[in-house]
């Protein structure tokens, strides 16, 4: 110990992890929770880009005339900028860059993730693609959708499609490098003791998260590359004029955008399946089944994609296929929802912020959720396909599910990042606007594509107004929401650190530490005696009790 | 001892550790360049045989390039030679790409099923 002494402070305890302010140590750090710093700082940078952007389509559609922008092809624009910087610089690095990349290794009690110079390769591999992506929104954007589908991405578009395709390509890679970085890890950096049915449920859908990265982004990649070779080389593969198939498209791209819906929303379940038991004082209901049913997730969601393309010429009996087996991909999501929620019965429950997060994610995703078997309905699919119904089942999955959990996250373990607690009354305030505002926002659209309102258009018919102004009206409330926790968090860190090693009492490697970790994170060998969440019902008597002593 | 330790958090068999190691010969590597040289010639040939329609070409010439790609992926990427967790990560791998094809094909077969335009 003495001898590896490394950065002590005056005090002569150890420096922790924040402690080099240097920039040099910045961009060169391969401590994967300054890394993990690193990615939440761009994130929030991209979500704030996306959100504004989202704001001006939200004015644009409070009237039925298009008003607020230029033209129709500049609110094109906006809605595909929105999509790119939300999904894939925003969503699929949120959870694993930030907090995954974090807490991986405290959680599994290990020194650092099993390549920490490819995991800070990771984050500039994606810095790379997101500079990219906003020098595309500078110099006009680009109007194919998220989805760049052809053949108007191939033939017709005259916006930057090969850039964007060139950014998306590379920022997937930095979704494969954190994948198998995290794959590598569970498999080879466990303490002693650390068994597969004692790891946190956090790592459990980490690595279910990240074979998906492995198994699927490859698609994406080929698909964006065969995109530029017919923009550029007119080759074959898509236009039907050259002897392709539009369709082929939707299939390679949606083979990874379907599972890439769990790449966003299982780092979601990881954080609630770690709030839900500590702040109810239970250990979780049914560990395996949320264990098993991260895995089956990531499996069975790569068998359904065909559900996007029922209306877009494929073949009937596919699409009959395909939806059977999207019903079948609810029974693991249902199996973690009804497992929360027993862990929640006769829990003694705190309200504490995370905890609402949590909640409002629970509700919400499973709205989301079920709108989504509604949507896998064949039938149904006809009516709403294309309409606001999709917008806002979508919207309840990312921002309803993912983005609410990372919140969640982020207000979790900020005290253990930064060593600092926050304002809970700021903070109970940002998490109740944010479920008032998104539900606001979203909910009419539901109505609205049920309906018949088209998406993707920036006119539309009168009688739709009044739901429109109500989406408007939820999302400026959604604004301030958002825009809060940035204040109340950066003001914490005007203080001492005082958080202390365990704020919430949780049980987990990461909470018997110091807040913020050392460098080191451990300062001795860990060995694992216990599975997790050994919260005990006496426990929670003991605390029970202690609030009611003055009665006794 | 501390190369024991690091097997152990492998999980693999020390025999599997062994084979990690293994050092393949000159001579297998000479001998898999000299089958995939044969088997290029053979596609070259196969190009210029007819056999009859277009399809049996094409099944031909994609039968042996999956033989080409087994070999190099066998003994260039010394899978042969790995642990089992190489194995099934190789193999679902493959597995993997066979689904893209299996459900790609499945469309594209059962389009013209039904006497509907375009289904
Ligand atoms: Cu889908």
Not at chain 1, 168 to 194: D, E, K, Q, Y
Not at chain 1, 328 to 337: D, E, G, R
Not at chain 1, 421 to 433: C, D, H, I, R, V
Request: with cysteine; glycine share 8%; aromatic share 16%.
């Amino acid at each position: 110990m003495s001898a590896s002494a490394h950065a002590r402070r005056d005090d002569g305890r150890p420096a922790d992890y924040l402690s080099d302010t240097s920039v040099a140590s910045w961009l060169l750090t391969t401590d994967h929770k300054r890394v993990g710093i690193l990615y939440m700082l761009s994130v929030t940078l991209f979500f704030f880009v996306g959100g504004v952007i989202a704001g001006l389509m939200r004015l644009e559609l409070m009237t039925p005339r298009g008003d607020v922008m230029s033209t129709p092809d500049a609110y094109n624009r906006m809605f595909t900028m929105h999509g790119v910087i939300m999904i894939f610089f925003f969503l699929v690095p949120a959870i694993p860059g930030v907090l995954g990349n974090f807490l991986l290794p405290l959680m599994i009690g290990a020194r650092d993730l099993a390549f920490p110079k490819i995991n800070l390769l990771s984050w500039y591999v994606y810095m790379i693609g997101g500079v990219m992506g906003v020098w595309i929104l500078v110099y006009g954007g680009v109007d194919t959708g998220w989805t760049f589908y052809t053949p108007f991405s191939t033939m017709y578009s005259n916006t930057y499609v090969v850039t964007a395709a060139v950014a998306v390509f590379i920022t997937g890679f930095s979704s494969i490098l954190t994948g198998l970085n995290f794959i590598v890890t569970v498999h080879t950096m466990r303490a002693p003791g650390m068994t597969w049915f004692r790891l946190p449920l956090f790592v459990w859908s980490h690595y279910a998260t990240a074979l998906i990265m492995v198994l699927g982004t490859p698609v994406l990649a080929i698909s964006v590359v065969l995109i530029g070779l017919e923009r550029l080389f007119q080759f074959g593969i898509f236009d039907p004029k050259l002897g392709g198939d539009p369709i082929l498209f939707q299939h390679l791209f949606w083979f990874y955008s379907h599972p890439a819906v769990y790449i966003m929303v299982l780092p979601g379940f990881a954080v609630i399946s770690e709030i839900i038991p500590c702040f109810s004082r239970r250990p979780i209901f049914g560990y395996r089944f949320i264990a098993f049913a991260s895995v089956a997730i990531a499996i069975f969601g790569f068998l359904v994609w065909g559900h996007h393309m029922f209306v877009s010429g494929q073949s009937m009996y596919a699409g009959a296929v395909f939806s059977i087996l999207s019903f079948l991909v609810a029974i693991p999501s249902a199996i973690k929802v009804f497992n929360w929620t027993a862990t929640l019965y006769k829990g003694s429950l705190r309200f504490d912020t995370p905890m609402l997060y949590a909640m409002g994610f629970m509700g919400l995703f499973t709205i989301g959720g079920l709108t989504g078997l509604m949507l896998a309905s064949l039938a149904i699919d006809v009516h709403v396909h294309d309409t606001y119904f999709v917008v806002a089942h979508f919207h309840y999955i990312m921002v309803g599910g993912t983005t609410m959990a990372y919140l969640g996250g982020v207000h979790f373990w900020w005290p253990k990042i930064t060593g600092r607690t926050y304002s809970e009354l700021w903070g109970k305030l940002s998490a109740l606007l944010v479920f008032v505002g998104f539900n606001l926002t979203f909910f009419p659209q539901f109505l609205l594509g049920y309906l018949g309102m088209p998406r993707r258009y920036f006119e539309y018919r009168p009688e739709f107004q009044v739901l429109n102004v109500m989406s408007t009206a939820g999302a400026s409330i959604l604004a301030v929401g958002f825009v809060l926790p940035l204040f109340y968090l950066l003001l914490s860190l005007r203080k001492a650190p005082d958080a202390g090693p365990n704020p919430w009492g949780a049980t987990g490697l990461e909470w018997q530490v110091e807040s913020p970790p050392t460098t080191h994170n451990f300062h001795e060998p860990v060995l694992v005696t216990c599975g997790p969440y050994m919260y005990s019902p006496e426990e929670a008597e003991r605390e029970y009790a202690s609030q009611h002593v003055h009665t006794a | 001892m501390q190369h024991h330790h690091q097997s152990s958090q492998l999980h693999q068999s020390a025999e599997a550790h062994e084979q990690s190691h293994h050092v393949i010969a000159v001579k297998t590597y000479l001998m898999i360049y000299l089958a995939l040289m044969l088997l290029l010639a053979l596609t070259v040939g196969a190009y210029f045989l007819d056999m009859g329609s277009h399809q049996i070409n094409l099944a031909v010439a994609m039968t042996i390039a999956v033989v080409k790609a087994v070999l190099i992926v066998l003994f260039f990427m010394h899978v042969y030679y790995s642990a089992p967790l190489t194995w099934i990560t190789a193999v679902g791998s493959l597995l993997w790409v066979g689904l893209l094809l299996a459900f790609l094909l499945a469309d594209y077969f059962s389009r013209g099923w039904l006497d509907i335009l375009g289904k």
